[in-house]
C-alpha cells in the first residue's frame, strides 16, 4: 500500500469506523490493513471501501480485526498475585467502596478477575467495577459472561473454576454473582470522556498498539481519573516512561500511584520489599 493509499484507508476508517488511525503504530497498522485486504481479496482499496459504506458487516469485521481482542482470566497471574497481596489491601484499608475501571476489557475476563479478587477479599461489598472497550461484538461476549473456552481459564485455580463458574460442554461460564458486579459499556480512549475518582483504573495490553503521543494522552487522561493516591495498572511489558512527568509514581513494576499534588515524585513511596 502506497502512502497516498495509507491516507485514503485512514480517512474511510475514521469516517466509518470512528478510529483515528494516525494514534496507531503506522507500521504496525499498515501490515494489519494490508494483512486484512489480502485476505479479503481487495485488489481495488478504492472500490472495496466503496462497497464497505453500504455493508455494517464489512464495516464490523474490520472493526474486529484491528481491535485485537486476546485476553484471558489471571492474565500474567504473578502481576495479579502483586495485585492481591500488595496492592488491593492497601485500597481497601483506604475505602471500604472501591471504584475500578477496566479500560479495553476485551471478553471480560480481566474486570470479573477483579469481581473474584474482590469478593474473596471483602465478601459482599458493593464495590463499583466499570469495563470498557471500544469493540462492541467482543463486550456482547463479555456482557453474557461467556463462553469461555480451555484456554481462557488456565491461570484459574480449581477452587476457584468450581466456585465462580459454570461449565457447559466444553465451555465456561462466570455465573451470576460475579457477572452482575461488573457494567459493561462501550468507550473509546481516544475520544469519550473518562470516568472520575477511580481506586484503580486497569489498562493493560492496549495502548502497546498506540502512538508514543496517544499513549502520553492517555495516561494523563488515567492520572485525571483517578483519586490521589489511586493506582494504575498496567500489562507485564508496559513501561510509563514520562510518569514522573504525568504525575504517577512505580509503586512496584507495572503498578504506578497518583501522589497528592504537589508531592515530589522522584522521591515517591517505591515498595524494594516486594
Ligand atoms: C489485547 S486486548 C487486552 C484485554 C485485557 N486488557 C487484557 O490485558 O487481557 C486489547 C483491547 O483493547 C481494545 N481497544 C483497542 N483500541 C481501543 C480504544 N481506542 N479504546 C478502547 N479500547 C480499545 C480492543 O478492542 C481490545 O479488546
Known amino acids: 500500500m502506497d502512502d497516498n493509499e495509507y491516507t485514503y484507508v485512514k480517512r474511510k476508517v475514521n469516517e466509518l ?37 453500504k455493508d455494517q458487516k464489512m464495516i464490523q469485521d474490520l472493526k474486529d480485526f484491528l481491535t485485537i481482542n486476546v485476553s484471558e482470566f489471571f492474565r500474567d497471574d504473578r502481576q495479579f498475585e502483586k495485585l492481591e497481596s500488595v496492592i488491593m489491601p492497601e485500597l481497601l484499608r483506604d475505602r471500604v467502596c472501591l471504584k475500578l475501571w477496566s479500560a479495553g476489557c476485551s471478553i471480560g475476563a ?14 459482599g461489598t458493593n464495590h463499583k467495577i466499570i469495563a470498557t472497550d471500544l469493540d462492541e461484538t467482543i463486550l456482547k461476549q463479555a456482557r453474557a459472561g461467556g463462553p469461555y473456552m480451555e484456554q481462557d481459564v488456565r491461570n484459574v485455580r480449581p477452587q476457584r473454576l ?24 462501550q468507550h473509546n480512549l481516544l475520544g469519550d470522556p473518562y470516568e472520575d475518582n477511580c481506586d484503580l ?16 494522552k492517555i495516561n494523563r487522561g488515567f492520572h485525571a481519573s483517578l483519586r490521589e493516591g489511586g493506582v494504575l495498572f498496567i500489562g507485564g511489558s508496559e513501561i510509563i516512561f514520562d510518569s514522573s512527568k504525568i504525575g504517577l509514581c512505580v509503586i512496584i513494576p507495572s503498578f504506578y500511584r497518583k501522589l497528592p499534588a504537589g508531592t515530589n515524585v522522584k522521591s515517591g513511596s517505591i515498595r524494594t520489599d516486594i
Open 17 to 53: 469506523l470512528c478510529i483515528d488511525l494516525d494514534n496507531y503504530k503506522e507500521r504496525q497498522m499498515r501490515r494489519r490493513i494490508n494483512s486484512f485486504l489480502d485476505r479479503a481479496n481487495a485488489d481495488d482499496v478504492g472500490s472495496y471501501f466503496n462497497s464497505m459504506e
Open 162 to 185: 468450581a466456585k465462580y463458574f459454570r461449565k457447559e460442554g466444553d465451555k465456561y461460564w462466570v455465573v451470576d454473582s460475579i457477572r452482575n458486579r461488573v457494567h459493561f459499556k
Open 110 to 123: 480481566e474486570p470479573y478477575t477483579m469481581a473474584i479478587i474482590l469478593e474473596e477479599l471483602s465478601p
Open 201 to 216: 483504573i486497569l489498562c493493560r495490553n492496549v495502548v502497546i498498539y498506540f502512538t508514543d503521543n496517544a499513549k502520553s
